[in-house]
């Protein structure tokens, strides 16, 4: 695996841990980052761990697509290869033989939201938000309207999906988006807690529960990212994203 620049990658005892590291940019993933979270999962797999766990460094445990590389696509092609690369990562994760577990830290908007969705166990810490604004952008979630009906139920998607407001961890936990809430400085003891329960199920039981459940997801997410892809390129959707980074820009 080549050097890393967005993620950190290590591993601590029976867990391989993949931290996202673009804390200035509440770890937004762009291109790069999506490819670098790829290669971090298929080489978690091939150590001797128990559980992956993807997390994020700093406030956030990720803002979502990289708004700035979404408004440059000049064209389908552009887009299709962005998104291309966003759909190899998702299925990495989804055909991982290793149960997945993602610790959110911090706020977790947009694709960073969605990602929680392709996790076996989730844990928040209490003060996280959650949100699919992609709407507000003249955009689509992806992940939440294929998969994340199964888990937080169609009216609940429709709602998040449609207003794109936060809800909190607590609200999070009601609908099924997480799993637990536990305090910051007890994240990695609740990892290994877990990774040690692991330990006591035999590898071929964990391994058939996975292609079982690779096999669900991944029927219904091709669809939803191929059509972001062209809808990203409308002109509703380029001015919100323009008006979105000239906001920003004067914060």
């Not at 990289?66 to 055909?95: G, P, R």
């Not at 209490?126 to 604004?133: C, E, Q």
């Not at 429709?158 to 936990?173: C, D, H, K, M, N």
Request: hydrophobic share 40%; net charge neutral; proline share 3%.
């Amino acid at each position: 695996m080549r050097n890393l620049k967005n993620i950190e990658y290590f591993n601590e005892k029976n867990v391989t841990w993949i931290r996202l590291n673009r804390p200035e940019k509440l770890n937004a993933l762009n291109e790069e980052t999506w490819l670098e979270l790829k290669e971090s999962v298929i080489k978690a797999n091939t150590e001797k761990t128990n559980l992956i766990c993807i997390t994020g460094n700093g406030r956030a445990f990720s803002a979502g697509d990289d708004i700035q590389s979404m408004y440059q696509f000049k064209d389908l092609s552009e887009s299709k290869n962005f998104f291309n690369k966003l759909k190899d990562t998702i299925m990495a994760i989804v055909e991982s033989e290793k149960p997945i577990m993602f610790a959110v830290n911090g706020l977790a908007y947009g694709g960073g939201c969605e990602l929680l969705l392709l996790g076996d166990f989730v844990i928040s810490v209490p003060d996280a938000l959650f949100s699919l604004p992609e709407s507000k952008l003249g955009l689509i979630p992806p992940l939440a309207l294929s998969i994340g009906m199964f888990i937080m139920g169609l009216r609940n998607v429709a709602r998040l999906a449609l207003s794109g407001e936060p809800i909190t961890a607590s609200e999070a936990l009601r609908i099924g988006l997480i799993d637990e809430i536990v305090e910051k400085d007890t994240i990695n003891e609740r990892a290994h807690e877990i990774s040690n329960y692991l330990s006591k199920i035999p590898n071929t039981a964990i391994s058939a529960i996975r292609k079982i459940l690779a096999i669900h997801r991944a029927n219904f997410i091709s669809s939803t990212v191929d059509e972001l892809a062209k809808i990203s390129l409308t002109n509703e959707a380029k001015t919100k994203m323009k008006d979105f980074l000239e906001k920003r820009k004067f914060k």
